[in-house]
């Protein structure tokens, strides 16, 4: 069992560039979340779905864009990327949606907009 | 504003003895609180949680203390292992509210 996958590892990015993060979970788990990591910040929310058809936005979704077409994938779109969005991105997935259920992260991608 | 807190960055604690991680919460709803433990380069594990109607949940090596009062918990390794390096992240929730994570503590086990 895979869990989790995202990709790319990482990736460098010219900014004013689209870019789509892929998340692929085989849990059949019905809620998956977008996390950033920054140092001092923690992780943060970026966008949720609690479960396929539905999306939610999180703490900081501004610039950033989700779908959730069916129960494995759920793909992180930069529409046009800023150096601002250099970051460490962690897709998550849970059985239910709700804070007391155990979240699943995947390896992560390292994000660099010059 | 962050919610919740992890006023360490880091900690260098001796092999073999106990370490201790605090994390400290401003919103009183939070009612549940998890530990998660991250190794670089992978993404955070969950290691351990707590209910509000608990002060103290076992598991092993690992126990977690809450303190409503204070708002404010702590993780206890005891004893600390060198695999037991990484970054350590607290979490808190209500309800059908999404976590909130802690800024994370870099734990360094001293062999």
């Known amino acids: 069992i895979a869990g989790i996958t995202q990709a790319p590892t990482s990736q460098i990015l010219a900014a004013g560039r689209r870019m789509t993060l892929r998340c692929t979970q085989d849990?059949?788990?019905?809620?998956m979340y977008w996390y950033r990591q920054d140092l001092g910040l923690g992780l943060r929310l970026i966008h949720y779905?609690?479960?396929?058809?539905?999306?939610g936005k999180g703490e900081v979704p501004d610039g950033y864009s989700v779908s959730r077409a069916n129960t494995d994938d759920f793909p992180l779109t930069l529409a046009s990327a800023v150096p601002s969005q250099t970051s460490v991105y962690f897709c998550?997935?849970?059985?239910?949606?709700?804070?007391?259920?155990?979240?699943?992260f995947g390896p992560g991608t390292r994000l660099t907009v010059l | 504003d962050q919610q919740v807190k992890q006023n360490s960055p880091s900690l260098s604690v001796q092999e073999g003895r106990i370490s201790i991680l605090n994390c400290d919460y401003t919103?009183?709803?939070?009612?549940?609180f998890l530990w998660y433990k991250k190794y670089p380069a992978e993404g955070p594990t969950f290691l351990i949680s707590?209910?509000?109607?608990?002060d103290k949940n076992e598991d092993g090596r690992f126990t977690v203390f809450l303190n409503k009062s204070a708002k404010h918990l702590s993780l206890h390794i005891v004893p600390s292992q060198p695999g037991d390096s990484a970054v350590y992240f607290c979490?808190?929730?209500?309800?059908?509210?999404?976590?909130?994570f802690g800024t994370g503590t870099r734990l360094t086990i001293i062999p």
């Open positions: 998550a997935s849970s059985v239910s949606p709700t804070g007391t259920d155990t979240q699943y």
């Open positions: 849990m059949r788990h019905n809620a």
């Open positions: 779905s609690n479960t396929a058809g539905t999306t």
């Open positions: 919103n009183s709803m939070f009612d549940y």
């Open positions: 707590i209910s509000s109607i608990k």
């Open positions: 979490a808190a929730s209500f309800g059908n509210e999404k976590l909130t």
